[in-house]
């Protein structure tokens, strides 16, 4: 079913540090998994995705890891900044066309 | 320039009074979904087509109810708007299974 919560998981960080957020994910079948950010108000922006052959996924300062064996995904933003204040959100799919979102996380940088 | 486009951003609808959302899209995807968004909530999947193949979520009210008259545009319908449907609404596309969706910026729906 889907993930939904009342309250967000919220993750506060000081500008310039690395932030890590996690997701753990239900379905072992899932074999594609894709962060977004959302900034209030707006769309899902896409971050970086990960397929299942793959453990670790890199690109311009976030790096995507994926644990199969305990199905926890995580991704990681370097020196964060101001600008990456928003909620991320994992999906996954598995081999169908639907994308499913986890619980998000609401990620604060202060100065 | 927007690929996923949502009309209207901002929809008020009387109790029980039909109303529609829209969604088109420049990138010829194959794969149109609607998500219902509640504040501090994640997505929640109500339906999705692949081309032309309606694929309704489980729990989705029969209440909802959508259109895809060509690839490029995607109608969210809701037959008898309650206070609980108060929510943003976002449209989002996919090339196929298994790839990146792209999100419109959604339309937050408030029923008065």
């Known amino acids: 079913g889907e993930s939904v919560g009342l309250h967000l998981p919220t993750l506060s960080v000081q500008e310039g540090d690395n932030s890590i957020i996690n997701c753990a994910y239900s379905?072992?079948?899932?074999?594609?998994f894709i962060w977004y950010k959302q900034e209030s108000g707006k769309g899902p922006q896409f971050i970086i995705d990960?397929?299942?052959?793959?453990d670790k996924r890199q690109g311009q300062r976030v790096t995507v890891l994926l644990n199969k064996t305990v199905k926890h995904l995580s991704l990681q933003i370097a020196a964060t900044q101001p600008g990456d204040s928003a909620v991320y959100f994992c999906?996954?799919?598995?081999?169908?066309?639907?994308?499913?979102f986890g619980t998000g996380t609401r990620l604060q940088v202060f100065p | 320039d927007a690929m996923v486009i949502q009309n209207p951003r901002y929809q008020v609808t009387q109790f029980g009074k039909p109303v529609t959302l829209s969604c088109s899209q420049t990138?010829?995807?194959?794969?149109m979904y609607w998500y219902q968004q509640k504040s501090s909530q994640a997505p929640k999947l109500l339906f999705h087509?692949?081309?032309?193949?309606?694929?309704n979520e489980a729990d989705t009210p029969d209440n909802f109810q959508s259109r895809r008259p060509n690839t490029s545009f995607c109608f969210l319908d809701i037959r008898s708007p309650g206070l609980g449907d108060a929510a943003m609404y976002l449209c989002?596309?996919?090339?196929?299974?298994?790839?990146?969706?792209?999100f419109g910026q959604g339309t937050r729906l408030t029923v008065v």
């Open positions: 379905n072992s079948a899932s074999d594609y």
């Open positions: 990138l010829n995807h194959n794969v």
């Open positions: 999906a996954e799919t598995e081999r169908t066309d639907k994308l499913i």
């Open positions: 087509y692949y081309d032309k193949d309606f694929n």
């Open positions: 990960i397929r299942s052959n793959m």
């Open positions: 989002a596309t996919s090339r196929t299974r298994g790839t990146e969706a792209f």
